[in-house]
């Protein structure tokens, strides 16, 4: 049986990647374990970074530091162990070879990455010239009413809010109001507001401000 000059080259590139996989792994394991750990902290030193990726490349390796900042992982004599964290510098650490013990604790602290980005002008047209045109065009018989000091008018004002959407605020207020009715109800009966003079006093208080007037 013959055997095509591809075939060959394929299986003796694929013998070689074998052969350098099992000596990477022989050396693998020649080379001593080191439980590597310690604590992330700013430039200042003040505060823990929690988050940061810590990792091996190439070796598929790695942690995070916790909310704490600190960290523990295996590594290897003479492993690379990078640091990165989106806003700081990366940093490197090498493990070194010969190492007594078998643990190395570190205190590192990451400097702040700062980038200067170029200013942007955003404009609502592509061109000065078409933002002039349109402006230029623009219909000024618009239904909102402006008054001779150049301000809008309090209908116009009132009807825009009545129109308006709850803001988050309201809506924030409204469901701790809903809450604190279910709790009510769960251990106990609803305040009797006929009898709470504070709600007299808003009522009464309405009353001399005229809301309850009929309004055209």
């Known amino acids: 049986m013959k055997l095509s ?66 960290f523990s992982m295996p590594v290897l004599e003479g492993d690379s162990v990078v640091f990165s964290f989106i ?11 010969n190492v007594e013990d078998d643990k190395i604790s570190l205190i590192l602290t990451m400097q702040v990455d700062e980038i200067s980005l170029a200013e942007i002008e955003v404009m609502p ?31 116009t004002l009132l009807r825009w809010a009545g129109e308006m959407p709850a803001s988050a605020n309201e ?7 809903g809450q604190i009715l279910q709790i009510q109800d769960r251990y106990g009966p609803r305040p009797f507001t006929l009898m709470d003079p504070f709600a007299w006093s808003k009522f009464i208080q309405s009353i001399k401000r005229g809301d309850l007037k009929k309004k055209d």
């Open 5 to 70: 000059v591809p075939y060959c080259l394929s299986t003796i590139l694929l013998g070689m990647l074998f052969l350098g996989a099992f000596q990477a792994n022989a050396q693998d394991r020649e080379r001593k374990v080191i439980q590597l750990s310690g604590i992330i902290l700013n430039a200042d030193s003040t505060d823990a970074v929690p988050g940061v990726n810590i990792y091996v490349p190439k070796k598929g390796r790695g942690t995070s530091s916790g909310r704490y900042g600190y």
């Open 125 to 155: 047209y592509p061109t000065e010239d078409e933002f002039k045109r349109q402006v230029l065009a623009m219909n000024y018989e618009a239904p909102m009413a402006i008054d001779t000091r150049g301000n809008m008018s309090p209908e």
């Open 87 to 97: 806003g700081l510098k990366r940093q490197t650490f090498k493990v070194p070879n």
């Open 171 to 177: 809506n924030w207020r409204y469901f701790q109001q």
